[in-house]
């Protein structure tokens, strides 16, 4: 277990926060808390954090220009407006089904999304991973019952992905033009026998992969071989997505949650729900813009 400075940068407390996302042009890191369907955004250099209703729940943003987002909820792909938050709907995704929701996603090197699903209540089998580009949906994976880790190689030749419930956290080769699987997935880590679980994941320059441990109070590393090579001890029992951030990408943020805890399980962990900075060596990188036509 190795030091680092880990601080509060939002004490906002998520029951479920989720989908961190940095955008360098405004200095600003999005989130959501997925279960009371909030995007919250704060400035790296401080100021309050700002409170978006959208009125269902939604698990992760992307840019598409200077002035649009694109926004996974449970009922699809939603163009937002920068302006006036205004969401239009881009591409249904599994809109008619009332079990399942958006969950973890994110942009591959040349524009395309890869968006998961799952269960609203953890239903066995019931999510997927999809693959989104320029209009075009594909169903990539599906039986999944918790999408998370979804992370690329910066050269976005290999993605990551799990389902959580498995403890296996999974690496396929992927074609760089278009974002497509190009082989089997393969064990990159077998988590099964350690603590906790593995959430969300960011890769950065050096190909290490930096994962959320739901439940396990902690961030770890992976190198490229799989091979953990450092843990990050968390204030939080469920840490659980990171986020470069930063003018030269060299810091995480860290989302976490209190989702699933009793009152008295609450009070051992009074800050679970809270976002955090984490002043650790990263070689990290920005997320590449979403190209949705």
């Not at 940068?9 to 909030?38: K, M, R």
């Not at 987002?69 to 302006?83: F, K, N, P, S, W």
């Not at 999944?144 to 296996?168: H, Q």
């Amino acid at each position: 277990m190795s030091e680092a400075i880990v601080s509060v940068f939002s004490d906002h407390v998520c029951q479920l926060g989720e989908g961190p996302s940095y955008d360098p042009a405004t200095d600003t890191l999005f989130w959501f808390d997925i279960l009371n369907g909030q995007l919250l955004e704060k400035r790296l250099s401080g100021g309050a954090t700002i409170v978006h209703q959208l009125g269902q729940m939604a698990s992760a943003i992307a840019i598409i220009d200077d002035k649009r987002q694109l926004i996974a909820t449970e009922t699809g792909l939603h163009v937002r407006d920068v302006a006036t938050g205004k969401l239009t709907l881009h591409t249904p995704v599994e809109a008619d089904n009332p079990v399942t929701r958006s969950n973890d996603s994110r942009v591959h090197p040349c524009g395309a999304l890869w968006m998961g699903t799952m269960g609203k209540g953890e239903e066995k089998g019931a999510g997927s991973i999809y693959w989104f580009f320029k209009g075009e949906l594909r169903r990539l994976f599906s039986d999944i019952t918790v999408t998370n880790s979804i992370c690329f190689s910066e050269d976005g030749a290999l993605a990551y992905y799990t389902d959580t419930s498995t403890g296996l956290l999974m690496r396929v080769a992927c074609d760089p033009a278009t974002g497509l699987p190009a082989g089997e997935p393969k064990i990159f880590v077998d988590h099964r026998s350690a603590k906790g679980y593995i959430d969300g994941s960011v890769l950065d320059r050096d190909g290490i992969l930096w994962n959320a441990c739901w439940g396990g109070s902690v961030v770890e590393a992976y190198g490229p071989d799989g091979k953990l090579v450092r843990t990050v001890a968390m204030p939080v029992n469920q840490p659980s997505c990171p986020a470069f951030v930063g003018k030269n990408a060299d810091r995480l943020a860290v989302t976490s949650a209190w989702s699933g805890k009793r009152e008295k399980q609450r009070l051992l962990d009074l800050q679970g729900g809270m976002t955090f900075l984490l002043d650790v060596p990263v070689n990290g990188r920005f997320e590449p813009r979403v190209l949705i036509a």
